[in-house]
C-alpha cells in the first residue's frame, strides 16, 4: 500500500515535470524526464557512460584506499606518540580546515589533467578522516590493558596485534564507511572541476554547452552510484558484523 | 620547563624549521614550483592593500546568505517530517536518494541557472546547509523520548507546548551537531562554485593564479583560506560549546 502511494508521487513528479518542461519552465533550464531517458539510453549504447564510470570509480577507488592507508598509518603513530600528537595539533588542524578543493590546482599543476590529480584530492579527503578515527580510537583504548600485558611480558608488536589494532577496529570502521561518501563527492567535484573523463566531466561538458538532459541524465547515473555503494555498504557491514555482540 | 611551555617551544621550533627549509628550498634549489614563504608573505601583503578584504568579503557574503536561507528551511522541514510519521514514512525512500547526491556536484546546474555572478555560489551554500540541516533535524525529531511527550500530554500540554516542552529542546542538540558541519561546509560549497566560474572570491583568486601558473599568488590564496577555515571550524565549535553549555557534562563530552 505506501510502496503504491510512493509511486503515485513519483510519477505524479514524472509527469508534472514533463508537462511543465517548455511550457512553464524553459525546457533549456530543467529538460524534462523523457530526454533525460534516451540521454541515458543513448550513452549506454555507444558504450561512453562504462568509460565515464569506470573512470569515476578507479579514480575514486585508488584515492580512497591511498588515503586510508596514509591516515590509518599516520593515526596509530600519533595515537601512541602523544606529545609529538600535541606539537602537530594545531598544523593538522589548520590543513583540516582548508576547504580540500582548494589544492585540486595544485595537484592539477604538479601531477597533470589526468585522472592523479583527483586521486591525490581525494586521498587527501579520506586521509584526514581516516586519521582522526583512528588517533581517536588508539587514544581510547585503556591505558591499563597496555601495562597489564606489558607487565605480563609483551613486546611492543604483541601489543599491538593484541590490544591496539583490535580496540581501534571499530573507529576504523566508522572512518572507512563515513569516508565513501566524502571520496565520491571529491572525486565528482574534481571532476567537474578540472579533468576529461568521468561523471564530474559528464556533468560538467554538458552543463558548458546547455545540455542541460546531459547534466540531469548525469546526475541521475551519479545518484544511481552513489545508492548501489551505500547498499552495497550495508550488506558488507551487516555479514561483517554478525560475530559481535 | 613546564609542559605547556615544552609544547609551545616545540611548535614553534617546527614552524619556524618548515618555513627556514622551505625558504632554502626556493632560494637555493628552484622556487618555480614551490615558490618561497618571504614571497608567498609580500604577495599576502600586497593583496591585503588592494582588494583581499573584498575577496573574502564576497565568499564570506555568499556563506552568510546560502545559511541564512538554508539552515531555518532544514530546520523547519526537519522538524515538520520529524514529526509526521506517516507523510516521513511515504516520503522515506526518497529522503534516502537525496541524501546519496553528492550536491555540490550539482554545482554546473546552478551555474546554468543563476548565472555567473554570487546567485549561484549562495544556492549551492543554500542547498548544502539545508539538506545538513534537514537531516540532522529529523533524525533529531524522530529521535524524541515518547514518554517525554505522552507524559507531557497526560499532564495536559496541549501541541504547541508539548512542541515547546520536550520537542524542541531535544533537537537543538542535533540542530547544533547539523550546524557544526554546515558552517565548514558552506565555505567549500562557496570555494567549489567561486572556483567553477566566477569574478570575485578566494576561489576566483585560486583559479585565476593556476591558470597563469602564479604559484606564489595560489600559494598565498591557500594559506588565507586555510586561515579562515580554521577560523570558521573554531568558531563552530565553540558555539556549540557556548549554546549547548546548559547540557549535562556527561552527554556534552559524547
Not at chain 1, 30 to 47: F, K
Amino acid at each position: 500500500m505506501i510502496w503504491l502511494g510512493r509511486a503515485a508521487i513519483l510519477l505524479a513528479f514524472l509527469v508534472a515535470w514533463q508537462l511543465a518542461s517548455g511550457t512553464l519552465i524553459p525546457k533549456m533550464f530543467v529538460s524534462d524526464p523523457i530526454s533525460i531517458g534516451t540521454t541515458i539510453a543513448q550513452w549506454v549504447a555507444d558504450g561512453s557512460l562504462w568509460n565515464h564510470l569506470a573512470t569515476s570509480l578507479v579514480t575514486l577507488l585508488i584515492g580512497y584506499l591511498l588515503g586510508a592507508a596514509i591516515g590509518i598509518v599516520a593515526g596509530f603513530l600519533l595515537g601512541l606518540m602523544r606529545f609529538a600528537d600535541r606539537t602537530l595539533a594545531p598544523f593538522i588542524a589548520a590543513f583540516y580546515g582548508l576547504p580540500k578543493v582548494a589544492l585540486l590546482p595544485l595537484f592539477v599543476i604538479f601531477l597533470g589533467i589526468g585522472i592523479e590529480s583527483k586521486v591525490a584530492l581525494v586521498a587527501v579527503v579520506v586521509a584526514f578522516l581516516l586519521f582522526y578515527n583512528t588517533r581517536d580510537g588508539v587514544r581510547d583504548i585503556d591505558p591499563d590493558l597496555i601495562d597489564s600485558l606489558r607487565l605480563l611480558g609483551a613486546t611492543q608488536l604483541e601489543i599491538l596485534r593484541k590490544v591496539l589494532f583490535p580496540a581501534a577496529l571499530p573507529w576504523i570502521y566508522t572512518g572507512l564507511r563515513v569516508a565513501v561518501g566524502y571520496a565520491l563527492t571529491t572525486t565528482v567535484v574534481g571532476e567537474v572541476l578540472s579533468s576529461n573523463r568521468g561523471i564530474g566531466y559528464l556533468i560538467e561538458s554538458s552543463a558548458g554547452r546547455f545540455n542541460s538532459a546531459g547534466v540531469f541524465a548525469a546526475v541521475v547515473v551519479l545518484v544511481v552510484l552513489s545508492l548501489i555503494i551505500t547498499a552495497t555498504l550495508s550488506r558488507m557491514e551487516l555479514s561483517s558484523s554478525r560475530w559481535r555482540m | 620547563m613546564s609542559d605547556a611551555m615544552k609544547l609551545a617551544v616545540a611548535r614553534g621550533a617546527l614552524l619556524i624549521t618548515l618555513l627556514i627549509g622551505w625558504e632554502l628550498f626556493g632560494r637555493l634549489v628552484d622556487s618555480t614550483w614551490t615558490s618561497q614563504p618571504s614571497d608567498v608573505a609580500a604577495q599576502i601583503a600586497t593583496w591585503a592593500a588592494d582588494g583581499l578584504a573584498w575577496h573574502i568579503a564576497v565568499t564570506l557574503t555568499e556563506m552568510v546568505i546560502g545559511l541564512a536561507i538554508g539552515v531555518p528551511g532544514g530546520i523547519l522541514l526537519g522538524l515538520w517530517l520529524g514529526r509526521s510519521p506517516r507523510i516521513a514514512g511515504l516520503l522515506y525512500p526518497f529522503i534516502v536518494v537525496l541524501n546519496s547526491i553528492p550536491v555540490v556536484a550539482l554545482a554546473p546546474l546552478l551555474i546554468m541557472w543563476f548565472g555567473l555572478g554570487m546567485q549561484p555560489k549562495i544556492a549551492l551554500v543554500a542547498l548544502v546547509s539545508f539538506l545538513l540541516l534537514f537531516f540532522n533535524t529529523f533524525a533529531g525529531a524522530q529521535a524524541v523520548d515518547r514518554d517525554l511527550i505522552e507524559s507531557l500530554a497526560l499532564m495536559g500540554a496541549n501541541r504547541r507546548e508539548r512542541f515547546r516542552m520536550a520537542i524542541a529542546p531535544a533537537c537543538v542538540t542535533w540542530i547544533f551537531a547539523g550546524l557544526k558541519n554546515a558552517l565548514p561546509y558552506a565555505l567549500i560549497a562557496a570555494t567549489i562554485g567561486e572556483m567553477m566560474v566566477a569574478r570575485a572570491g578566494l576561489g576566483f583568486l585560486i583559479t585565476s593564479a593556476s591558470a597563469i601558473f602564479d604559484m606564489t599568488a595560489l600559494y598565498a590564496v591557500l594559506v588565507v583560506l586555510m586561515l579562515l577555515g580554521a577560523g570558521i571550524n573554531m568558531l563552530a565549535e565553540r558555539s556549540e560549546a557556548w549554546f549547548l553549555r546548559w547540557r549535562p557534562i556527561a552527554e556534552a563530552q559524547r
